[in-house]
Every structure is written in structure tokens, then in C-alpha cells.
């Protein structure tokens, strides 16, 4: 008789393998704060994430967009919502670390519509990596 692999032992390689990618899944789909999220604006190297509409976009891959000295700079670390929802990038659009989460709700319809349309851009075009909660 040849032995059977005993699935039912979880240090086995396989599973051990298993349990390596499903943690890393989990962690890469992280919650960030504001106050976290803001670390990741691409100065010194880091990672350029930003938020919309509650979910965390890593935007590293378009430093040209959105890297330190680009036109979007101020999006990168940050809730880029209503920004995005009244075609604007002045600092006045977004929301102060420390505030809580901009809740949106005094958008115009047409702004809503376009944040919307952004949203779906961002979602087709970069990997969401996790979404904004709110500061502990
Ligand atoms: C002076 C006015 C503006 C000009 C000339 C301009 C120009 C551009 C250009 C050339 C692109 C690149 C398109 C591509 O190659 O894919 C772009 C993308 C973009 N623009 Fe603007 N833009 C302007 C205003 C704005 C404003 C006010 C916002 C704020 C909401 C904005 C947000 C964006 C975003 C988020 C992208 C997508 C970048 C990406 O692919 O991730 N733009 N813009
Ligand atoms: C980003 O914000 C700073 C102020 O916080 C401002 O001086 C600068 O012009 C802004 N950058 C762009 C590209 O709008």
C-alpha cells in the first residue's frame, strides 16, 4: 500500500503554503484609517494609495500623476472623494486627517454622477487594496 497524504494535518507543506497566501490575502486587504492612509503619499519612497469612496486604491504604478511635485499630488494619502466628485484638486476639497470621514451626503447630483464615474475608473484601472475606516 502506498501512504496517503494526510490532508487533515496542517503542517504539512501544502498546507502550510495554503494558510501563507490566505493570510497575506486577508493583510493586503487591510482597513486604513486617515490618519494611516496619509503615510502613503509616495515621499521617501513609500507606496501612493489613495480613497474612493471608502475603498483604498495603491496608485504606485502613475507616480507621474500622482507622486510628489505631479498635478494630483494632494490625492495621494488621502480620501479623494469629493475632490474627484467636483473636478477639483485645491487642498479645500479634502477632508483633514484628524476629521472624521467625509460622508458626502451635501454632493450635488451631478457631482455624485461623477464621483461615481471616477470610482468605476479607479476600481478598472487600479488594485483596491483595502478601504478607509475611521481614526481609533
Ligand atoms: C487644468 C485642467 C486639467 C488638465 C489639463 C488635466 C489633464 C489630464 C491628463 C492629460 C490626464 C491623463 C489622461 C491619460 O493619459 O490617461 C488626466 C488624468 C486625470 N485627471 Fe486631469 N486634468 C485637469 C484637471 C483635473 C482635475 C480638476 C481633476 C480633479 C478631479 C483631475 C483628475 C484627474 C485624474 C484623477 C486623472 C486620472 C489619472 C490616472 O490615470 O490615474 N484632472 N488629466
Ligand atoms: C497641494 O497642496 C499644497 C498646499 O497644501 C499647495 O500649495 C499645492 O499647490 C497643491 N498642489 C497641487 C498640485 O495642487
New binding site residues.
Given amino acids: 500500500m502506498t501512504d496517503k497524504m494526510d490532508l487533515g494535518n496542517l503542517t504539512s507543506p501544502l498546507n502550510l503554503a495554503l494558510i501563507l497566501v490566505i493570510g497575506y490575502v486577508v493583510i493586503e486587504l487591510r482597513d486604513f484609517t486617515p490618519k494611516e492612509l496619509a503615510e502613503f503619499n509616495g515621499i521617501d519612497g513609500k507606496p501612493i494609495y489613495l480613497a474612493v469612496c471608502g475603498k483604498v486604491f495603491d ?1 504606485s504604478s ?1 507616480p507621474d ?2 507622486g510628489p511635485g505631479s ?2 499630488e494632494n ?1 495621494s494619502g488621502r480620501d ?1 472623494s469629493r ?2 466628485a ?4 485645491d487642498p479645500s476639497v479634502l477632508t483633514d486627517v484628524d476629521l472624521p470621514i467625509d460622508k458626502l451626503d451635501n454632493l450635488a447630483a451631478e457631482e455624485k454622477n461623477s464621483l461615481e464615474e ?1 470610482f468605476q ?2 476600481s478598472g ?2 488594485t483596491c487594496i483595502g478601504q478607509l475606516v475611521e481614526n481609533k
Fill in positions: 496608485v502613475k500623476f500622482y498635478m494630483y490625492f479623494a475632490g474627484l467636483k473636478n477639483s484638486f471616477w475608473f479607479f484601472k487600479y
